[in-house]
């Protein structure tokens, strides 16, 4: 029993007749992608400044050491008001960096990139929230910032800023047009 077409044959008709001159489309083969474009010279030149800012921070170095109570530092040869200021909130930070959660790896990367950060937008203050825990950032992060050259100062941040859990850091800037001293902040 031959099967019966759901379309009427009218409505069959009426379509063959529309589509009478048309031609098959001929395939050409031809496979269109975009080949992706890999900037290896741009990668290459990030890595090596990533590699040029972590030089400055060794984890075998122990150059200051964790007491009970705040911390507190100012490079050799710099004003000795620079920590008090710091610790009454006389300067303010421009920038936060929040450490929380990463592993000391990580966050040695990111205080690098910081501190190349502030250099490069002429920030003087910066706030370093390392959090408490296990204390292991809490002692990594202060032993960093002191083998970087651009650090003047630091001392535990107020309470506002998160006191045992964060620093407050100072820095020198290496454009002279542009210099702000810390009582300009």
Not at 6 to 24: K, N, T, Y
Not at 59 to 77: C, M, N, R, T, W
Not at 131 to 151: D, E, M, S, T, Y
Request: with cysteine; hydrophobic share 35%; proline share 7%.
């Amino acid at each position: 029993m031959p099967k019966k077409s759901p379309i009427p044959p009218e409505d069959s008709l009426l379509f063959r007749e529309s589509i009478a001159g048309a031609q098959p489309l001929v395939q050409d083969k031809k496979w269109h992608h975009s080949t992706p474009v890999r900037p290896k010279t741009k990668v290459k030149a990030l890595a090596d400044q990533d590699e040029r800012q972590l030089f400055y921070f060794s984890d075998q170095y122990e150059g200051f050491i964790l007491q009970d109570g705040p911390q507190s530092y100012v490079a050799e040869g710099d004003d000795p008001l620079l920590s008090r200021a710091l610790k009454r909130g006389q300067i303010q930070p421009q920038v936060t960096l929040d450490l929380h959660g990463l592993t000391q790896l990580q966050a040695k990367q990111e205080l690098a990139a910081l501190l190349s950060w502030c250099q490069q937008q002429q920030l003087h203050c910066a706030c370093i929230v390392h959090g408490k825990g296990l204390g292991i950032l809490a002692r990594k992060v202060p032993n960093w910032l002191v083998q970087h050259p651009n650090v003047r100062a630091f001392h535990t941040a107020p309470k506002s800023w998160g006191r045992d859990g964060a620093l407050l850091v100072l820095l020198a800037l290496q454009s002279k047009s542009s210099h702000r001293s810390w009582d300009e902040a």
